[in-house]
């Protein structure tokens, strides 16, 4: 039996306990449902287990020379290449991706630009108060999830936050105030209790709550009979007591806030509510952690950001970072890419329609160890191994801690890891 931390979602549980042989993993324990599904994916069907090649219309199984000698054909006669992804990659093969970028004058962004590194950006210009899941488990008396479906998302998240009992509280559950904020009744509400407060905001009306509450904290106006954004007055008078009167509340922020309304910049607008409050908090605080999906989708910004001192999207030109507002969506959408290097992730079904269309469009290069939308239209796929289970590596948990992923078994032979895969396409690109 072993104890590992589990690459399901970005919350890199450490808790997991494995029995195997180092061939096969026979017995986990610990994991949710999502995480299991990581382990399952081992032996999965829809495991990529060969390099491929598409021929005359069709995919087909190649040999690794093959596959990769094609690969450097498309790299080499590509002169602005678009490499994106690395959610999913230790942050090892992350720093080897930026080098690859560099070398071959290429853009680079990860799944993060999309999500969640869209706070983080904002944050340069309104700061941000961070907090750790321990600090949470040790201190919080107000969580709230805004925009957030953590019980789908992280499915051990409330588990470790809500129903455990703080370092420095004689209770546990029972002094937590949980304050849910969606337009839909997601399975995160399942978990409330009478103190509890659900509020079902309308759509896309963050903006105009978030604004009314820097109102209130700024000049204490009353809040309007009629409610805002379809939440009641009194509901509205419990949370503003909630957000003004916490000893230590946590704001997780979802993938429902991330798009702007009427016009504004939402993240921009609630992290500035969080530092009025927290100027105006005589004895606690509010912090914010930031939910995103993919494992290792922070690390991304922190191996960016120290080795070459940007977080997300980079432009390499004559082998230097060049200054860019270009972002993956913006390169993608204005067709300024002639070939795609993508790493561990499915554009094809995650981005819109017309984004997809003119990914696919051009010469597409894919490193995965799973079929999807993506692969289907791929013109040589290099299959990778399971970071957190065939290979070990360096990833950032959802609160910017490092964990060090273990490798548990070895990978199928014909697999590579994400890792050895860009250190072959660097030394033969280097070459050519
Ligand atoms: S919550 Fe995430 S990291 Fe934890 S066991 Fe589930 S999938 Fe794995």
């Known amino acids: 039996m072993k104890r590992i931390p589990c690459s399901g979602c970005s919350l890199l549980c450490d808790d997991i306990i494995i029995k195997s042989d180092g061939i096969f993993i026979d017995e986990v324990v610990g994991a949710c449902l999502k995480g299991k599904e990581r382990f399952d994916q081992v032996t999965a069907k829809n495991r990529i287990l060969s390099p491929m090649i598409r021929k005359n219309g069709k995919l087909v199984k190649s040999s690794w020379d093959d596959a990769i000698s094609k690969t450097v054909e498309i790299i080499s006669q590509s002169s602005n290449p678009l490499l994106y992804g690395f959610s999913t990659s230790s942050c090892e093969a992350q720093f080897k991706g930026i080098k690859l970028a560099k070398l071959i004058n290429g853009f680079i962004d990860s799944n993060s630009t999309i999500c969640q590194g869209k706070v983080l950006n904002t944050s340069k210009q309104t700061g941000i108060t961070l907090t750790t899941i321990t600090e949470v488990i040790n201190k919080a008396d107000l969580l709230i999830l805004w925009g957030a479906n953590a019980a789908a998302s992280i499915p051990r998240l409330l588990n470790k936050v809500l129903f455990s009992r703080g370092k420095f509280r004689m209770t546990g559950r029972e002094i937590k105030t949980l304050i849910v904020l969606d337009p839909m009744k997601t399975a995160s509400f399942g978990v409330m209790g009478v103190r509890d407060i659900a509020l079902n905001i309308e759509p896309e009306k963050d903006i105009e709550l978030i604004q009314a509450l820097k109102e209130e904290c700024c000049t204490e106006k009353s809040i309007p009979e009629s409610g805002i954004a379809g939440i009641d007055a009194n509901d509205l008078k419990r949370l503003l007591l909630h957000l003004t009167g916490t000893e230590y509340g946590v704001i997780f922020i979802g993938q429902g806030l991330l798009k702007p309304q009427s016009g504004s910049n939402v993240i921009q607008e609630l992290l500035e509510l969080v530092q009025m409050i927290n100027e105006k908090q005589q004895k606690g605080r509010i912090s914010v952690i930031l939910v995103g999906g993919h494992y290792n989708m922070i690390g991304f910004e922190h191996v ?69 939308a993506t692969s289907q239209i791929a ?11 065939e290979c070990a590596g360096l990833a950032y948990r959802l609160d910017h801690v490092p964990i060090e992923l273990q490798k548990i078994i070895n990978p199928p032979s014909s697999v590579k890891t994400d890792e050895e895969i860009l250190d072959l396409l660097l030394e033969k690109l280097k070459n050519s």
């Open 379 to 389: 013109d040589v796929i290099l299959p990778s191994a399971i970071t957190g289970i």
């Open 304 to 372: 960016a950001l120290s080795s070459y001192g940007k977080n997300s999207s980079l432009q390499f030109v004559n082998n230097q970072l060049a200054e860019t507002t270009d972002t993956i969506v913006l390169k993608v959408d204005n067709e300024d890419f002639d070939s795609s290097l993508i790493v561990g992730t499915d554009p094809i079904s995650h981005l819109p329609i017309q984004l997809s269309k003119k990914l696919a469009a051009k010469p597409l290069i894919l490193i995965d160890n799973k079929k999807s």
